[in-house]
């Protein structure tokens, strides 16, 4: 039980962490299915889960105050872990500002006209792939000839909506 | 529960402040705004948790606290940035055709906005007509397809 080595679970959880990303590297980058989006999500989203579910048997429940703590940080470790290294796969795969950027340090100098030209195709396929996925993960459906949000989507859509206000983003209004 | 208590609090009081300097003090970039007082915020989380709790307890607090910023911030970019974010957010006022979709986000519209954002931002620099990228756009590039090799995008 937690509470008496201070700091050594942490190095544990480290561990446990780096463990993960030095299998990835030498491993699971090299197996096609960790390549798409759906097998990195769950290649980072089980051992999350595992971990906190086996920290909280082994706290027993309900945990003390230093196994709560140890649970809640251990997760939230995970966690930055975890978004950190989504975050930098999913914008290097199909980041479209990066793209465009890339555009311009390939050609040295470009107008803006010309980089429209090339990537106004791009856009029209990421409008598709995007509502192809919203469709997919049935936030959206389609009622005839217009599309709609389901319930799921409505809620998810008014979360967007509060960010947007609060970071005084433009939202639709 | 302090520490639980105090990283949350301390998140809040830090997404309250990020409006504050959104509205009042002229910053103009939501997550600039949002790591301006993240950070002071966070370092006075990590002294007061230390002064009070055993290690174990403080490192939890500044974790949370810590994942709770870096996931505010990705919410932020999705917010603003993300295609289907705001595909949703136009759907939420009600039910649109695909001509109306594609009315709204305009292919060339979605790139003239990205080579603003470019050029707000410093990674691209406009001359006369025609755009470069500064220094830092080309390291970001460089940094970028290092992550797509090592990610095994092709």
Not at chain 1, 92 to 114: C, D, M, N
Not at chain 2, 100 to 123: K, P, T, Y
Request: glycine fraction near 8%.
């Amino acid at each position: 039980m937690p509470g008496k080595r201070q700091g050594m679970y942490w190095i544990v959880v480290g561990a446990y962490i780096v463990t993960h990303f030095l299998l990835y590297v030498v491993v699971f980058r090299r197996v096609r299915y960790f390549g798409t989006e759906r097998g990195i999500f769950l290649f980072h989203l089980v051992p999350a889960a595992t971990l906190t579910l086996s920290l909280t048997v082994w706290c027993g429940w309900p945990p003390t105050q230093d196994g709560l703590a140890l649970i809640v940080g251990a997760a939230a470790a995970h966690g930055i872990y975890s978004l950190s290294f989504l975050e930098s796969w999913a914008l290097s795969e199909g980041g479209y500002s990066l793209r465009a950027l890339t555009e311009i340090v390939r050609r040295g100098s470009v107008t803006a006209s010309e980089l429209e030209r090339h990537f106004v195709e791009l856009s029209a396929q990421k409008k598709m792939v995007r509502m192809g996925t919203l469709l997919n993960l049935q936030l959206v459906r389609a009622e005839g000839d217009r599309f709609e949000l389901t319930f799921i989507g409505r809620l998810v859509a008014n979360i967007l909506a509060l960010i947007a206000k609060l970071a005084r983003f433009r939202a639709p209004s | 529960m302090t520490w639980l208590v105090g990283a949350i609090a301390a998140f809040v009081a830090a997404v309250l402040a990020q409006g504050f300097a959104l509205r009042f003090l002229g910053v103009r970039h939501g997550i600039v705004a949002f790591v301006l007082v993240g950070v002071p915020i966070g370092l006075i989380l990590v002294v007061s948790l230390l002064l009070e709790l055993s290690l174990d307890r403080s490192i939890s607090g500044v974790l949370l606290y810590a994942f709770l910023c870096e996931f505010w911030m990705f919410m932020l970019s999705v917010t603003f940035s993300s295609v289907a974010a705001k595909m949703m957010m136009h759907l939420r006022l009600r039910p649109m055709s695909l001509v109306e979709i594609n009315q709204l986000f305009d292919n060339r519209a979605m790139i003239q906005s990205r080579i603003a954002w470019l050029a707000d931002v410093g990674a691209a620099i406009r001359h006369d007509d025609h755009l470069v990228a500064s220094g830092g756009g080309q390291r970001l590039v460089k940094l970028f397809e290092a992550f797509r090799s090592f990610f095994g995008h092709s």
